[in-house]
C-alpha cells in the first residue's frame, strides 16, 4: 500500500521548518556579531572569512564552543582559505576568552581533580599522537626529525632553523666533550644525534613513544647514545646536563614540582638543566578541548607563574628566553610540508586526518602569530653558576 502524506502531515513539516530557519537565523546572528569584532565574514571573500555548507554549524559552535569550531571544520560544515589567519584574528581579538559550555566546565573540573598525567597514563600520548606513523612525521619535519620549534634568527630554511636550536641548546648548557647528558622526551633522537656528534657528549634519552623509540635508537647507532622507552619519574641517576624540549607540555600541572624535584635529583651540583616549552599566558589547568581530543590528549600548556612555583627553592633561575614568533614560522613550514607531501602519505589516513592536521598545524600558527602564546627556553642550576651565567642568543 502507498502511503502519502496527509495536508497536516505536510502542515507540520512546514512548521518544523520555519521554525528550524529562524533558529538557525537566531544562532547566525550570534556567531556573526562574534566574528564581526574579529573583521571576520560568513561567506566572505578574504583569505580569512569562512564558508558555511551546513547552516547547523551555528548553534553547533554556541553548545560546543572551541571543541565544535574543530569538529564542524574535520567534517567539512566550513572553510577557510586561511585558517592561520583566520585564527589570528580570533585570538588577537580575544573571542576564546570568556566563552565555556558545558562540557568545557566538567573538562575544568575534572582537570583540577584528577591527576591527567599520572604514571599509568604517561604513555599516552605516544601511543595517541607520535606513534601514529614515523613516515608521516618525515614527510612534515626537517631531515632530524625535531618536532619542536626552530631558531630563525639567522636560519633561513627547516633544517638551518632546527639546527640552529640545537646549537642554541647546546651553547647555553655549555656542553664539553665526555660529559654524560640526559634528554628528557628525546623523541625520534635528533637532539641525542647533534649532541653525540657536535659535541662529543654521550646521552641518554628516554622517551613514551614505542615507534620514536626504534626510530631512535637506529638513528643514533653507533654514537655513544642509550634510548630507553621510560617514564621521567623513575629516574634515579645523575648527569652533569639536563635538557628538555617539547616534552613538559605533557607533564601536568598536577606533576610540575615532581618533574623539578626529578631534575634536581638527577643533575650534578654544577650542572645546568635546560627546558624548552612552549608556554601560556594564563596559568590554566587544562588544554584546548578539540587538540585534548584529537591530537594531544592529556596535555597542557605551563604559565610563567607554574614553572616558577615547581621550581621553587630547587634551583636558581638563569635565563629566561622567549623566541615565541618562531613558532609561527616553524608550523607554517611544517603545514607546507604536509600538504605539499599529502599524496605521498594519504593511503595510510584519510581525509577527514588531512582537514584534523591542517586544522591543528595553522590554528597553533595563528595562536603563536597573535602572542597567545610563548615558546621559553629556560636555563636553570642547582646552585647558582659561579661569577653569574652568561646568557647566550
Not at 602564546?373 to 651565567?389: C, E, F, K
Amino acid at each position: 500500500m502507498v502511503q502519502t502524506s496527509t495536508p497536516d502531515d505536510q502542515e507540520s513539516s512546514t512548521a518544523f521548518s520555519k521554525r528550524t530557519d529562524k533558529s538557525h537565523s537566531r544562532f547566525r546572528k550570534k556567531v556573526e556579531n562574534l566574528l564581526e569584532t574579529a573583521d571576520i565574514r560568513i561567506n566572505g571573500h578574504r583569505p580569512w572569512d569562512i564558508r558555511v555548507h551546513n547552516q547547523a554549524l551555528y548553534s553547533r559552535l554556541i553548545a560546543k564552543g572551541s571543541l565544535g569550531l574543530g569538529e564542524s571544520y574535520m567534517e567539512g560544515w566550513w572553510d577557510c582559505d586561511r585558517l592561520d589567519q583566520f585564527f589570528h584574528r580570533i585570538l588577537q581579538a580575544g573571542l576564546n576568552a570568556g566563552i565555556s559550555t558545558p562540557g568545557e566546565f566538567f573538562d575544568v573540573l575534572k582537570s583540577k581533580f584528577v591527576n591527567l598525567q599520572k604514571p599509568s597514563r604517561a604513555f599516552q600520548v605516544g601511543q595517541k599522537h607520535y606513534d601514529i606513523g614515523n613516515n608521516l612525521f618525515q614527510h612534515m619535519l626537517d631531515k632530524g626529525l625535531n618536532y619542536s620549534c626552530g631558531y630563525w634568527k639567522t636560519a633561513t630554511t627547516l633544517d638551518d632553523a632546527q639546527e640552529a636550536k640545537l646549537d642554541l641548546i647546546c651553547r647555553k648548557m655549555d656542553l664539553q666533550p665526555g660529559m654524560r647528558v640526559l634528554d628528557i622526551g628525546c623523541g625520534w633522537g635528533g637532539a641525542a644525534r647533534f649532541m653525540a656528534e657536535r659535541y662529543q657528549v654521550e646521552v641518554v634519552g628516554i622517551v613514551v613513544s614505542e615507534e620514536q623509540a626504534k626510530f631512535a635508537g637506529e638513528l643514533c647507532r653507533g654514537l655513544p647514545v642509550e634510548i630507553r622507552l621510560q617514564d621521567y619519574r623513575s629516574l634515579r641517576e645523575t648527569f652533569d646536563c639536563i635538557f628538555s624540549i617539547g616534552m613538559f607540555e605533557h607533564v601536568g600541572h598536577k606533576n610540575y614540582r615532581t618533574f623539578f624535584q626529578v631534575v634536581e635529583r638527577c643533575l650534578k651540583e654544577n650542572g645546568l638543566f635546560l627546558l624548552h616549552t612552549i608556554g601560556s599566558k594564563r596559568s590554566v589547568t587544562r588544554t584546548d578541548p578539540w587538540l585534548s581530543r584529537y591530537i594531544f590528549p592529556n596535555s597542557m600548556l605551563p604559565s610563567a607563574r607554574q614553572i616558577s612555583d615547581g621550581l621553587e627553592g630547587l634551583f636558581v633561575l638563569e635565563d629566561w628566553h622567549n623566541f615565541g614568533t618562531d613558532y609561527d614560522t616553524t608550523l607554517m613550514h611544517w603545514y607546507r610540508n604536509f600538504h605539499a607531501n599529502w599524496d605521498a602519505i594519504k593511503e595510510d589516513y584519510d581525509e577527514t586526518f588531512y582537514r584534523a592536521w591542517s586544522y591543528y598545524l595553522l590554528s597553533c600558527a595563528g595562536s603563536f602569530r597573535a602572542r597567545h602564546n610563548q615558546l621559553w627556553q629556560i636555563v636553570l642550576s642547582p646552585r647558582g653558576v659561579a661569577g653569574g651565567y652568561q646568557s647566550v642568543r
